[in-house]
Protein backbone atom coordinates (compact mmCIF):
# COMPACT_ATOMS: atom_id res chain seq x y z
CA UNK A 1 0.00 0.00 0.00
CA UNK A 2 1.16 3.33 -0.72
CA UNK A 3 1.53 5.73 2.28
CA UNK A 4 0.69 8.63 0.94
CA UNK A 5 -3.17 7.11 -0.30
CA UNK A 6 -3.48 5.14 3.20
CA UNK A 7 -5.48 6.27 5.77
CA UNK A 8 -2.42 5.31 8.45
CA UNK A 9 -1.04 8.60 6.64
CA UNK A 10 -4.46 10.31 8.01
CA UNK A 11 -4.22 8.54 11.19
CA UNK A 12 -0.46 9.36 12.01
CA UNK A 13 -2.08 13.57 10.99
CA UNK A 14 -5.30 13.19 13.45
CA UNK A 15 -2.51 11.46 16.48
CA UNK A 16 -0.26 14.14 15.74
CA UNK A 17 -2.89 16.60 16.38
CA UNK A 18 -4.41 15.11 19.53
CA UNK A 19 -1.12 14.62 21.39
CA UNK A 20 -0.35 18.69 20.23
CA UNK A 21 -4.09 19.19 22.17
CA UNK A 22 -3.41 17.25 24.50
CA UNK A 23 0.22 18.45 25.14
CA UNK A 24 -1.78 21.91 25.24
CA UNK A 25 -4.26 21.05 27.84
CA UNK A 26 -2.18 19.30 30.43
CA UNK A 27 0.52 23.11 30.24
CA UNK A 28 -2.89 25.05 30.69
CA UNK A 29 -3.68 22.33 34.01
CA UNK A 30 -0.05 23.05 35.09
CA UNK A 31 -0.61 26.85 35.57
CA UNK A 32 -4.13 26.39 36.92
CA UNK A 33 -2.66 24.18 39.96
CA UNK A 34 0.34 26.55 40.74
CA UNK A 35 -1.62 29.35 40.99
CA UNK A 36 -4.00 26.89 43.52
CA UNK A 37 -0.77 26.44 45.18
CA UNK A 38 -0.35 22.91 43.65
CA UNK A 39 3.08 22.78 43.53
CA UNK A 40 2.85 18.34 42.79
CA UNK A 41 0.43 18.72 40.67
CA UNK A 42 1.89 21.32 38.21
CA UNK A 43 5.09 19.32 38.25
CA UNK A 44 3.13 16.28 37.34
CA UNK A 45 1.22 17.74 34.74
CA UNK A 46 4.41 19.20 33.23
CA UNK A 47 5.68 15.67 32.76
CA UNK A 48 2.66 14.64 30.97
CA UNK A 49 3.02 17.67 28.88
CA UNK A 50 6.25 16.46 27.88
CA UNK A 51 5.28 13.22 27.30
CA UNK A 52 2.36 14.34 25.32
CA UNK A 53 4.80 16.49 22.81
CA UNK A 54 6.99 13.37 22.43
CA UNK A 55 4.20 11.63 20.99
CA UNK A 56 3.67 14.35 18.76
CA UNK A 57 7.00 14.07 17.32
CA UNK A 58 7.13 10.21 16.73
CA UNK A 59 3.89 10.82 14.93
CA UNK A 60 5.21 13.26 13.02
CA UNK A 61 8.66 11.33 12.34
CA UNK A 62 6.35 8.94 10.68
CA UNK A 63 4.99 10.64 8.20
CA UNK A 64 8.24 12.52 7.69
CA UNK A 65 9.84 8.72 7.07
CA UNK A 66 7.53 7.56 4.97
CA UNK A 67 5.85 9.75 2.50
CA UNK A 68 7.26 9.79 -0.59
CA UNK A 69 6.09 13.38 -1.70
CA UNK A 70 6.61 17.09 -0.51
CA UNK A 71 3.88 17.72 2.07
CA UNK A 72 2.18 20.92 2.57
CA UNK A 73 -0.83 20.12 4.09
CA UNK A 74 -2.84 16.84 5.49
CA UNK A 75 -6.46 16.92 5.69
CA UNK A 76 -7.96 15.96 8.52
CA UNK A 77 -11.17 15.76 10.41
CA UNK A 78 -10.58 15.36 14.10
CA UNK A 79 -12.95 16.80 17.57
CA UNK A 80 -11.52 19.53 19.77
CA UNK A 81 -11.68 18.20 23.15
CA UNK A 82 -12.11 21.30 25.33
CA UNK A 83 -13.49 21.53 29.27
CA UNK A 84 -12.45 24.84 30.87
CA UNK A 85 -13.75 24.20 34.71
CA UNK A 86 -12.25 23.68 38.25
CA UNK A 87 -8.97 21.78 38.15
CA UNK A 88 -10.08 18.11 39.45
CA UNK A 89 -13.32 18.01 36.81
CA UNK A 90 -10.33 19.02 33.99
CA UNK A 91 -8.30 16.11 35.97
CA UNK A 92 -11.38 13.57 35.35
CA UNK A 93 -11.82 14.84 31.64
CA UNK A 94 -8.03 14.48 31.30
CA UNK A 95 -8.26 10.91 32.51
CA UNK A 96 -11.21 9.85 30.31
CA UNK A 97 -9.41 11.09 27.00
CA UNK A 98 -6.44 9.44 28.29
CA UNK A 99 -9.09 6.11 28.58
CA UNK A 100 -10.26 6.41 24.70
CA UNK A 101 -7.01 7.06 23.32
CA UNK A 102 -5.41 3.87 24.61
CA UNK A 103 -8.49 1.50 24.71
CA UNK A 104 -10.04 2.56 21.73
CA UNK A 105 -8.22 5.38 19.47
CA UNK A 106 -5.22 3.89 19.32
CA UNK A 107 -5.73 0.17 19.21
CA UNK A 108 -7.93 0.79 15.56
CA UNK A 109 -5.06 2.81 14.32
CA UNK A 110 -2.41 -0.01 15.42
CA UNK A 111 -4.74 -2.54 13.70
CA UNK A 112 -5.34 -0.46 10.67
CA UNK A 113 -1.55 0.15 10.13
CA UNK A 114 -1.06 -3.51 10.48
CA UNK A 115 -3.75 -4.25 7.75
CA UNK A 116 -2.16 -1.73 5.75
CA UNK A 117 1.38 -3.07 5.70
CA UNK A 118 2.98 -0.80 8.17
CA UNK A 119 4.49 -2.72 11.24
CA UNK A 120 6.97 0.09 12.38
CA UNK A 121 3.95 2.35 12.61
CA UNK A 122 1.78 -0.30 14.07
CA UNK A 123 3.92 -1.38 16.92
CA UNK A 124 4.19 2.65 17.72
CA UNK A 125 0.81 3.78 18.08
CA UNK A 126 0.98 0.48 20.44
CA UNK A 127 4.04 1.26 22.46
CA UNK A 128 2.29 5.02 22.68
CA UNK A 129 -1.13 3.33 23.59
CA UNK A 130 0.73 1.79 26.70
CA UNK A 131 2.16 5.39 27.77
CA UNK A 132 -1.88 6.64 27.87
CA UNK A 133 -2.80 3.83 29.96
CA UNK A 134 -0.38 4.53 32.43
CA UNK A 135 -1.33 8.12 31.98
CA UNK A 136 -4.74 7.14 32.65
CA UNK A 137 -4.38 5.08 35.63
CA UNK A 138 -2.38 8.35 37.24
CA UNK A 139 -4.98 10.71 36.56
CA UNK A 140 -7.73 8.70 37.66
CA UNK A 141 -6.38 7.89 40.69
CA UNK A 142 -5.19 11.49 41.38
CA UNK A 143 -8.82 12.39 40.77
CA UNK A 144 -10.49 9.68 43.09
CA UNK A 145 -8.06 11.07 45.70
CA UNK A 146 -8.87 14.58 45.20
CA UNK A 147 -12.58 13.94 45.81
CA UNK A 148 -12.51 11.69 48.74
CA UNK A 149 -9.67 14.24 50.35
CA UNK A 150 -6.76 11.51 50.93
CA UNK A 151 -4.33 12.49 48.58
CA UNK A 152 -1.77 12.76 50.93
CA UNK A 153 -3.10 8.99 52.72
CA UNK A 154 -1.84 5.43 51.10
CA UNK A 155 -3.05 2.25 52.71
CA UNK A 156 0.98 1.06 53.26
CA UNK A 157 4.02 2.73 54.87
CA UNK A 158 4.98 5.47 51.59
CA UNK A 159 8.38 7.82 51.56
CA UNK A 160 6.55 11.26 51.23
CA UNK A 161 9.11 13.25 49.63
CA UNK A 162 8.94 17.35 50.07
CA UNK A 163 9.72 18.39 46.00
CA UNK A 164 11.00 21.55 47.66
CA UNK A 165 13.44 20.52 50.47
CA UNK A 166 13.80 16.68 49.44
CA UNK A 167 12.68 15.70 52.86
CA UNK A 168 11.35 11.74 53.43
CA UNK A 169 8.68 11.02 56.05
CA UNK A 170 8.30 7.38 56.08
CA UNK A 171 4.53 6.39 57.07
CA UNK A 172 0.79 5.75 55.48
CA UNK A 173 0.20 9.76 55.56
CA UNK A 174 2.48 12.55 54.51
CA UNK A 175 3.42 15.87 56.72
CA UNK A 176 1.14 18.76 56.27
CA UNK A 177 3.41 21.27 57.30
CA UNK A 178 7.30 19.86 55.82
CA UNK A 179 9.74 20.06 59.26
CA UNK A 180 12.47 20.37 57.11
CA UNK A 181 11.42 23.51 55.01
CA UNK A 182 8.02 24.78 56.14
CA UNK A 183 6.33 24.13 52.39
CA UNK A 184 3.04 23.07 52.42
CA UNK A 185 2.12 19.49 51.11
CA UNK A 186 1.28 21.00 47.91
CA UNK A 187 4.58 19.98 47.44
CA UNK A 188 4.62 16.33 48.31
CA UNK A 189 5.77 14.83 45.20
CA UNK A 190 3.07 11.79 44.07
CA UNK A 191 5.24 9.48 42.14
CA UNK A 192 2.97 6.86 43.95
CA UNK A 193 0.13 7.89 41.75
CA UNK A 194 -0.87 5.05 39.12
CA UNK A 195 1.37 2.46 39.99
CA UNK A 196 -0.19 -0.97 40.30
CA UNK A 197 -1.00 -2.18 43.83
CA UNK A 198 -0.70 -6.10 44.13
FE1 LIG B 1 0.18 10.94 24.18
FE1 LIG C 1 -1.34 10.78 27.63
New binding site residues.
Given amino acids: MNFDESQTKTNLARAFAGECQ ?1 GARYQFIAQKAVQEGKKNIQMLFKT ?1 AK ?2 MAHAKTFWDLIAKNTTEPQENIEIKAGYPFQDSELPEMIKFASNN ?1 KS ?1 NTTIYPSFSKIAEDEGFKEIAEKFKLVAL ?2 ND ?1 FMILDELYNKLKSKDLYKNPTDYNWKCGHCGHTHLGKQSFEICPLCNMDNGHVELTYLGRKKC
Avoid: F, G
Fill in positions: ALNEEEVEH
